[in-house]
């Protein structure tokens, strides 16, 4: 069966500090990836989405970036955190299929920018 | 840009009461999916609805799609402490682009007070 893992679970970074998410899949190939940021309570907004190796787009200006080193794992970063990226992070996968295939999410991560 | 919002935004109901959460949109979706987010996990699904005016079940939970596939609804009979959770719709895109990218509604959180 499928899995996806996303750590850490919480993280407390000063601002200006830099940050690395990572969340790996297991038990598929090739799965689309996607990162969200959720603000509480509230619907989920994609930050970035990825249908393989290297490839990546961002939907939202801001400073974060995406990365897809291998298949199954996306790691999202940042040189220099800001105040405003508080928050709770989501990752994802997708089976490339159609696009009536569900999102299987992680666990998130609470990011508290101090 | 598709959008979808959700209402009501809060939802408090006592134990045994029945509820509807709605999802509309002014853009068509090629499906119409909802997730259960319980706090500090990710999102889960719950239902994915195709086809307009299709109507799914699921034990005390019953879904469905709008004819004009641009909206939907979630009717909770006989609620319980257990339903409580962010409920969020999602729309698959119409025309299949690089990924399958989902639209999020803005969430209904609901709580059922025993």
């Known amino acids: 069966s499928q899995t996806i893992h996303q750590w850490p679970a919480t993280l407390v970074q000063p601002v200006g500090s830099p940050l690395s998410l990572e969340c790996t899949v297991e038990g598929t190939s090739n799965p689309n990836l996607y990162w969200y940021r959720q603000a509480a309570g509230r619907g989920l907004q994609l930050l970035f989405y990825?249908?393989?190796?290297?490839?990546i787009s961002s939907e939202v200006p801001q400073n974060l970036s995406a990365s897809r080193p291998q298949d199954r794992q996306f790691i999202l970063s940042s040189k220099k955190l800001l105040l405003s990226d508080s928050g709770f992070y989501l990752c994802?996968?997708?089976?490339?299929?159609?696009?009536?295939?569900?999102?299987?999410f992680g666990d998130g991560t609470r990011l508290s920018i101090l | 840009t598709q959008l979808l919002e959700q209402s009501p935004q809060f939802l408090s109901i006592q134990e045994g009461e029945n509820l509807t959460v709605y999802c509309n949109s002014s853009?068509?979706?090629?499906?119409l999916q909802w997730y259960r987010q319980e706090p500090g996990e990710g999102p889960v699904l719950l239902v994915t609805v195709v086809t307009g005016g299709e109507v799914k079940k699921l034990k005390r939970l019953t879904f469905q799609f709008g004819d004009a596939r641009k909206d939907s609804s979630l009717h909770i009979t006989a609620a319980q402490p257990g339903d409580t959770g962010l409920y969020l719709c999602a729309g698959g895109p119409i025309s299949s682009g690089s990924a399958r990218q989902l639209t999020f509604g803005s969430g209904t959180q609901l709580t059922v007070l025993p």
């Open positions: 994802a996968w997708s089976g490339a299929a159609h696009s009536n295939q569900p999102q299987h």
């Open positions: 853009s068509v979706f090629s499906s």
């Open positions: 990825s249908v393989g190796i290297g490839q």
